[in-house]
């Protein structure tokens, strides 16, 4: 569980890293390509039949106007963007990637001590390299798990045997989160 809480504290770096150039306008471009080549992640999927099938996952999405004059002019003083929270790492035997690990994290740049789990990330190794394969997040019309991204064949609970878990902050904002943190997935 090690390497994977390594990965993803050097992911949520990163995205600091994005939402900090987001901030200026003259850093666009610059913003852009920092999350084509660290951050969003396209692969091939080396389990699928069709070997040109490739999935992406974007954690970050481009920007391709700037915003308002009036969002960076508050975000003149603004702090350096807050790491996501890292709640729950679930770690799978899946019958296709092999090793997966669920990982139960807060919104990026969480404030005022916001702390309930908001993303899912499911990761795993990809030509020896740790990935995020498919993303989850609540619904917002209902409190169950809804696909945002990557690969759709994975369904969050149905990732496959559960090995462990190992729970690591708890959440403590709101009823569905607790939930979610004490459930065995």
Sequence with gaps: MEK????LIELFEK?????????SKDKIEEYNIFI???INIYFKNP?????????PFNLIGKLHNPASDRFYKS?????????RHLYKISHYQNGTYG???ACFVSIANPYNNITGIDDCFIATEVDGELKIVAKFGPDIDQPKWKFYGGDRELKINKLGKLLSI?????????????E???KDI
Excluded: G
């Excluded at 995205?15 to 901030?23: C, D, M």
């Design 4 to 7: 994977i809480r390594e990965f």
């Design 180 to 182: 979610q943190y004490i």
């Design 166 to 178: 190992e729970r690591i902050m708890e959440p403590i904002d709101d009823a569905w989160s607790m």
């Design 15 to 23: 995205e600091q890293k994005a939402i900090f150039l987001e901030y």
């Design 47 to 55: 389990y699928d039949k069709d070997l040109d099938k490739i999935i």
């Design 99 to 101: 090793d997966l690990w």
């Design 36 to 38: 084509e080549e660290k």
């Design 75 to 83: 975000k003149e003083n603004a702090p350096y963007p807050t790491p």
